[in-house]
């Protein structure tokens, strides 16, 4: 059974479809500034203690070291000496001893420490800023929809389905089935100082003659020739997997 289907018909054309509605929207505008320079306080007006110290002058003055004063000291006199000797009278005669003075340096004090309040002045610095021109301001905006236009197709016709009886199909091939399940068998395999390259271009030859693809005649076991030889031993019922002893000798190249 087959079914023949008759595929729609379709009628193009164009489509305006509205992709985005307009609506009303808000923009800012910015604000504009201006530069504007000002005195700006950086240390306010303050006022200090100056201390005015002392002064002094040096000046000479005369210091008394010694009072004057006035000793007796024991003296002859006429009365005495007439009656000393038979009376205890003694006679004192008196001395003026005069002042003993020494002229100094001395440090007079001429004015004494005072303080004083002094103002110290406010320090003011210049400075440029920004300050708003005209501030910002929200203008309302209009949008209008957005309009696609797009090409589209109108269905004309639907498609249809008719049941058709198409006649079986039969060819004959050879089926080659295996029996039995694939065994691990030990075989005697060609050692690697054995297998010439004289040996494996006669192998190569011999596959290619009977209808193998083991590659380019070389004398070297690529995996062409590899694949081939093992198609070889599998459709042969040989054991696959390596060049054997048996392979060689099946294929006519050993006695």
Request: with cysteine.
């Amino acid at each position: 059974m087959r079914l023949d289907v008759t595929p729609a018909e379709f009628r193009r054309g164009f489509k305006q479809v509205v992709t985005k509605e307009g609506t009303k929207t808000f923009r800012v505008q910015p604000a504009t500034y201006k530069e504007v320079e000002e005195q700006v306080l950086v240390k306010p007006e303050t006022t200090r203690l100056v201390v005015e110290p002392a002064q002094y002058e040096e000046v000479q003055e005369e210091v008394v070291l010694e009072q004057a004063r006035t000793e007796l000291e024991p003296c002859r006199t006429s009365g005495a000496a007439a009656y000393g000797a038979a009376s205890a009278v003694f006679g004192f005669c008196a001395k003026e001893i005069p002042a003993r003075t020494k002229t100094i340096t001395v440090t007079r004090l001429v004015q004494p420490e005072t303080t004083r309040t002094e103002v110290i002045p406010a320090e003011y610095k210049t400075v440029t800023r920004m300050v708003v021109d005209q501030p910002a301001e929200v203008v309302p905006v209009e949008l209008d929809d957005e309009i696609e236009s797009f090409e589209v197709a109108e269905l004309v016709e639907p498609a249809q389905a008719t049941e058709r009886e198409i006649p079986a199909e039969t060819m004959d091939v050879n089926v080659r089935r295996f029996e039995g399940r694939p065994q691990i068998v030990a075989r005697q395999a060609v050692c690697d100082r054995e297998l010439t390259r004289d040996m494996v271009r006669d192998i190569q030859s011999r596959l290619s003659r009977l209808g193998y693809k083991p590659g380019e005649i070389d004398g070297l076991p690529g995996p062409r020739t590899i694949e081939a030889l093992s198609q070889y031993q599998i459709e042969n019922g040989l054991a696959s997997g390596a060049i054997t002893i048996e392979t060689v000798q099946r294929l006519g190249l050993m006695d």
